[in-house]
């Protein structure tokens, strides 16, 4: 079983839907945890940023985490077409100098006007 | 301010070749990392600096592959005697510190392509 497992879609939608990107994980010990867009040829980009359980919103982005059943969420709302790109999550050890993210291995969105 | 820059943007090289990539991180940040991203493999962790301290070259797939620090700022990844399946995008991200909590910012990566 990979540490982390992410569904690589692709996943089209519509402009103006709701979009839900989700990651599963097996170590409990993650306590950060993040998400990435990363248009093509590009690198990835810091999108959310959550620190243990709960939820955090920014404009039209909500990350949600839940460590009971180790399960991260990133929701689009009113997606547009320059939301087409592949969204990765990220997780961390907590408290360990220097540990690397631990990848899933993406999502390609695609939205069409 | 400038955000992490790597050069080349792209390489093409023959195999048995060695390869130089460079990463110039945001100014400040004391934390260095490289990863590797693969077609249907992800993001791989490579190596890690932090400091003058010894590097953290836990993920490096082979001896062939070493990376450095100079005056902890600018790294180099070297590939020795490269194969094909060394082909990837490799993506250098720095940190303002080492610890768990802090936020990695990623360069645009080089894409190696081994013939």
């Known amino acids: 079983q990979k540490e982390v497992e992410q569904d690589p879609g692709p996943l089209s939608v519509p402009e103006g839907a709701i979009v839900s990107l989700n990651c599963t994980y097996s170590n409990s010990a993650f306590q950060y945890f993040m998400w990435y867009r990363q248009y093509s040829r590009k690198g990835p980009e810091l999108l959310m940023y959550?620190?243990?359980?709960g939820n955090k919103e920014d404009g039209r982005f909500t990350a949600q985490v839940d460590k009971s059943s180790k399960y991260i969420s990133l929701f689009i709302r009113d997606s547009q077409p320059s939301d087409s790109a592949t969204y990765l999550c990220a997780m961390r050890l907590a408290n360990q100098a220097g540990t690397a993210l631990i990848f899933g291995k993406g999502t390609t969105l695609s939205v069409s006007s | 301010g400038a955000g992490v820059s790597q050069s080349p943007s792209n390489k093409v090289t023959e195999k048995g070749k060695d390869v130089e990539l460079r990463c110039d991180p945001i100014s400040g940040h004391t934390a260095l990392y490289w990863y590797r991203q693969s077609l249907g493999q992800g993001l791989e962790f490579l190596i890690y600096?932090?400091?003058?301290?010894?590097?953290?070259k836990s993920g490096l797939p082979s001896d062939r592959f070493s990376a450095e620090r100079t005056g902890g700022s600018v790294s180099t990844l070297t590939i020795q005697r490269t194969q094909q399946e060394d082909s990837a995008v490799y993506l250098c991200?720095?940190?303002?510190?080492?610890?768990?909590?802090?936020?990695?910012?990623f360069g645009p990566g080089t894409r190696l392509t081994v013939l």
């Open positions: 959550t620190y243990s359980s």
């Open positions: 600096f932090q400091g003058n301290s010894a590097p953290d």
């Open positions: 991200a720095s940190s303002p510190s080492a610890h768990g909590g802090a936020r990695q910012f």
